[in-house]
């Protein structure tokens, strides 16, 4: 076939998708012409690369964040979701490597469209998070609508859900249609609550309807818009969920020094001063999430500023009862650290819970050996 067929073809196909109104049929077509297209006729596939890498901006009809309006449900006249922007963070989560690379790497395709497209290739348009309650999945959903410098539109299907699902569905599809609209990032939290497996005996048909329905615009998504589902549990999740998401994230509880690096950052001006507490602190908070060590934290600081103690003391009251309870490893380390900050044997005692007998044998210098006579 000659470049004249090629082209002819290739725009009786364009045509038939165009007016079956599938936007991202009609890019994920180009792409393919534009492989076929790049030896042949260079400049054409160029001129179509371009066209693509300038499509999530030029063919966007609301420009003006402000100024879109959040879709309300009908009855109540509440918005169906929460819009925010500029997203201002007061830091960056605390993820581990291969996890802050990928999203970086999806921030970076979007710097890099013209290059992508080129090589018939899109930029990542959706994403699921799944891990356990507070290890940082809505942070780094926020994390990237700022990267993006673009709206973060959050959809709690949890909350969304109503005794009619009809009205349901209605409601998630408005949600939907705006945040196409929009060069947004949509985050639906508790993905879950919709998305469940479709063999559940429990589910009517309806809401197996618009689990199907909410798969396919996953599959249309465009690249105009970045969509994030994020849920506690992964494992209720339909089996075509999984492979119908550009890429997967699986977040879980930080690591020891994942977690020293979140305490020191918690502690603010005051981690310095606790820093021979610090090893103890990512012992005894061990499988804890970032959002609970945000919250102890922040409680022993408030804390300490009303009460005027100081905040070591507020610590050892708030983690006394995970000391006496914790390994003797623990509460010897905390034993010896309290020691040399001037506590008397019977606060010890009642703080980490050894006796004082034992505390004052881990005080004293071992006895020296004597050498054996030869």
Do not use: C
């Amino acid at each position: 076939m000659d470049l004249q067929e090629r082209l002819s073809e290739n725009v009786v196909q364009l045509a038939r998708l165009g007016l079956a109104g599938r936007a991202q049929d009609v890019q994920a077509y180009l792409r393919q012409s534009i492989r076929k297209l790049r030896k042949q006729s260079p400049e054409v596939a160029d001129q179509l690369s371009e066209l693509l890498a300038l499509a999530p901006t030029a063919l966007s009809p609301l420009r003006d964040f402000g100024g879109a309006i959040v879709p309300v449900d009908v009855d109540s006249r509440l918005a169906l979701a929460k819009s925010e922007f500029p997203v201002v963070m007061s830091g960056e989560p605390i993820l581990d490597a291969d996890l802050r690379d990928r999203i970086g790497q999806v921030a970076a395709e979007q710097r890099h469209l013209t290059e992508l497209e080129r090589q018939g290739l899109g930029p990542t348009r959706s994403l699921l998070f799944v891990g356990p309650p507070g290890v940082g999945k809505t942070m780094s959903a926020r994390w990237l609508a700022s990267l993006l410098r673009r709206p973060l539109i959050t959809l709690d299907l949890a909350t969304v859900m109503s005794s009619y699902l009809g009205k349901t569905g209605a409601n998630i599809r408005s949600v939907l249609e705006y945040a196409k609209g929009v060069e947004s990032v949509l985050l639906l939290d508790e993905f879950d609550a919709i998305a469940k497996k479709r063999d559940d005996e429990g589910d009517v048909g309806e809401l197996k309807r618009l689990v199907t329905v909410l798969l396919q615009e996953v599959d249309d998504w465009p690249s105009t818009s970045l969509l994030i589902a994020a849920t506690n549990h992964g494992e209720l999740l339909d089996h075509a969920v999984w492979r119908r998401f550009d890429d997967v994230l699986e977040f879980r509880t930080p690591t020891a020094a994942e977690r020293a690096e979140a305490l020191t950052g918690l502690f603010g001006d005051d981690a310095e001063t606790l820093a021979a507490w610090m090893p103890l602190l990512v012992n005894l908070w061990d499988g804890r999430s970032f959002s609970d060590l945000t919250r102890s934290v922040q409680w022993m600081r408030r804390r300490a500023t009303i009460t005027e103690e100081p905040l070591l003391d507020v610590i050892l009251e708030r983690v006394g009862h995970e000391l006496r309870d914790g390994p003797a490893e623990d509460r010897k380390s905390a034993a010896h650290l309290l020691a040399e900050n001037g506590y008397s044997d019977r606060k010890i005692s009642e703080i980490v819970g050894i006796s004082r007998d034992t505390i004052r044998k881990t005080r004293s210098p071992a006895p020296t050996k004597r050498a054996k006579a030869n």
